[in-house]
């Protein structure tokens, strides 16, 4: 005898199917059950919110995990709530790195669950821009870092680096003189000068991307592998895979010099990220932990397991006496009187464990 259904379970059979097929998900929009297959490894109280956020100053955190998501926290780490691809049409899940000013946020994503690219919001994540290969002068869906100044985004990608400027985008590689490699793994920017970590050495512009310079190991340099780069006081900050690079006679460029492990007791020479404020230097590294000290560079102070969640640090983000450490299949580690003491969070609401950058306002 043939097997029937009620016309109800059809419907709900056909809705169901419908809604997986278009790759929407199973989330409730408040928090619901993980259900959908993307999210099957990602922590199970993860609290997906779609509806935006308002940066609360000092308190808001911004964590990029692998294949969960954005995870914003208004509270200081106390509750996040996520955004996704399948909920929030965020670009993709795998976030590779975040940028915040104000109600804007700049996401930098990779293909896994979707097309991956870059996801801009203007509005505090309720609403999502996507800018992929098929945005004309957008160099790769791989992205691996963003910044944001004065009205230009800068996106560092595997296939160049894409500017937008002026309403449109211009994509730079190495069929541009000076520029390093077609692979740019992070990015800094002020004013009229560029600074691009790339894989090929460290590129920087000083017209707004007209004409570049590149700088490799004949230059001091660490490592022609550069994962990051930050600039403050003149002073330039490579995160080489060889250890710090910094530039000898700021604000001039030239000659670098590096600080490798051990002669200058950086843990670790592999670095994958470098964060500076007025007083302090960060430097993430992989399986050193995190290493700080002040602007001269010396005494070191050494952050590893069980201070922080992992030795693995992806990336690094501090204001004031707050310091927020990304870790690797360990959470975000947050210290709240300048590493005296520390907190590790695997979830509270985070997507993953598993963070791959971070940034605060």
């Known amino acids: 005898m043939k097997k029937k259904y009620p016309f109800a379970v059809t419907i709900i059979l056909i809705l169901v199917l419908a809604q997986y097929l278009s790759g929407c998900g199973f989330f409730d929009t408040s928090g619901g059950d993980v259900t959908n297959s993307y999210y099957a490894n990602c922590n199970s109280d993860i609290n997906i919110q779609c509806t935006g956020v308002t940066a609360i100053p ?3 955190i911004y964590a990029g995990t692998y294949g969960c998501g954005l995870s914003v926290s208004v509270d200081n780490g106390a509750h996040f709530t996520t955004f996704t691809s399948a909920n929030c049409v965020l670009a993709d899940d795998v976030i590779n790195g975040v940028y915040a000013s104000g109600s804007d946020i700049y996401v930098a994503t990779q293909p896994f669950n979707q097309n991956g690219g870059l996801s801009v ?3 505090g994540g309720a609403t999502w821009t996507n800018y992929t290969t098929a945005t004309p002068g957008f160099g790769s869906n791989t992205v691996y870092g963003v910044y944001a100044s004065g009205g230009n985004i800068y996106a560092a990608t595997a296939g160049g680096l894409s500017i937008f400027s002026g309403g449109a985008w211009t994509n730079i590689t190495t069929t541009t ?4 490699s077609n692979t740019v793994y992070g990015v800094y920017a002020s004013g009229t000068d560029i600074y691009a970590a790339t894989a090929g050495g460290l590129s920087i512009s000083i017209n707004s991307g007209g004409a570049w310079t590149n700088y490799t190991t004949l230059n001091g340099l660490g490592s022609n592998t550069v994962y990051g780069v930050y600039v403050s006081g003149g002073v330039i900050y490579a995160a080489t895979a060889g250890g710090l690079s910094t530039n000898i006679t700021p604000p001039i460029v030239g000659l670098f010099i590096n600080y490798p492990n051990p002669l200058h007791s950086i843990v670790g020479n592999f670095l994958t990220g470098v964060y500076v404020t007025g007083t ?3 430097a993430a590294t992989y399986l050193g ?5 002040p602007l001269a560079l010396t005494p070191w102070t050494y952050y590893t397991t069980p201070n922080i969640g992992s030795n693995t640090v992806n990336g690094v983000y501090a204001s004031g006496t707050n310091i927020y450490a990304a870790t690797a299949g360990s959470g975000l580690s947050i210290s709240n009187n300048g590493g005296t003491n520390w907190t590790n969070i ?7 464990p598993w963070v791959n950058g971070v940034y605060g306002q």
């Not at 003189?177 to 390093?180: T, Y």
């Not at 695997?346 to 993953?352: E, M």
């Open 280 to 282: 302090d230097i960060y």
């Open 58 to 60: 000092g308190q808001t």
């Open 346 to 352: 695997p979830d509270n609401g985070l997507g993953s």
């Open 177 to 180: 003189l000076g520029f390093g």
């Open 121 to 123: 919001s203007t509005t």
């Open 289 to 293: 932990g995190l290493s700080a000290a």
